[in-house]
């Protein structure tokens, strides 16, 4: 099976020194592992037994596009009323534990590795049933129609199941999960995995249009973001607005793999609707 890292919460001791590689610049963030610690989380309307480390959300002027959780649902804990946003669309991947995902009437165990699609105004629950905590990360967007194009349907899949598309002439070296086709245009946000074998690159700085969140899962890389070169472990969060340049190498010695949030097809809005 694959790890996948869970935060684990507490706190720090006395005697750790203050220094971290936290940062918020202009154009990227990062939040690194040791920052989700038990003072830091939020509890949630309408959902028991649950606690929520929220690492991104719209701001004006950054990333505007979507919010990031990292959740811990305790064991008979969880949600029947978890979305509070008619229309947000949410995806779940699950790291750590076992929960029941419940949609049209059909449940859906879940446990490390499950991936879930859940479109805007899909009636769904979430319970812990399990004797230990399930961790999980929810990232929510709200979902932008386009006329003539029929919203997608939920789903649920597995890490172990999806699609890896190889990225041409890197022999395996950098790869990318898929979970949705990048042809379907009903879809207005990609949510993957990326990996990297150890020595692998991603060569060149991306400068996009795509807003991003990058959750590393396993392994350690120095990712480049704008002008600066930044070391990064499983746990660590980058949070990225539009246009800021980035790449990556990965250092080994095991695979670098990090959830990747995307906005995708659609055009970018004018002024105010």
Known sequence: ????????????PQTDLLSDRAVFTESYAVI???TLRDITTSALPHWEKTRAWIIARPLSGFAETFA???????PGGGSRQPEPDAG?????????GHAELTYQGTTHLLYPGSYAYLPAGCDWTLVNDHDGPCGFHWIRKRYEPVEGIDPPAPFVT????????EMEGTHGAWSTTRFVPPSD???????????LQPGGVIPFMETHVMEHGLYVLSGKAVYRLNRDWVEVEAGDYMWLRAFCPQACYAGGPGPFRYLLYKDVNRHPALGLR
Do not use: C, R, W
Not at 68 to 74: L, S
Not at 88 to 96: E, L, M, N, P
């Open 68 to 74: 990031h959780y990292v959740m811990e649902v305790a």
């Open 1 to 12: 099976m694959t790890d996948y890292f869970t935060p684990p919460g507490g706190l720090p």
């Open 88 to 96: 947000a669309q949410g995806v779940i991947f699950v790291t750590d």
């Open 185 to 195: 245009l009903s879809h207005d946000m990609h949510v993957n995995i990326v990996n």
């Open 32 to 34: 690194p592992k040791g």
């Open 158 to 165: 597995q890490d172990a199941d999806a699609t890896v598309v």
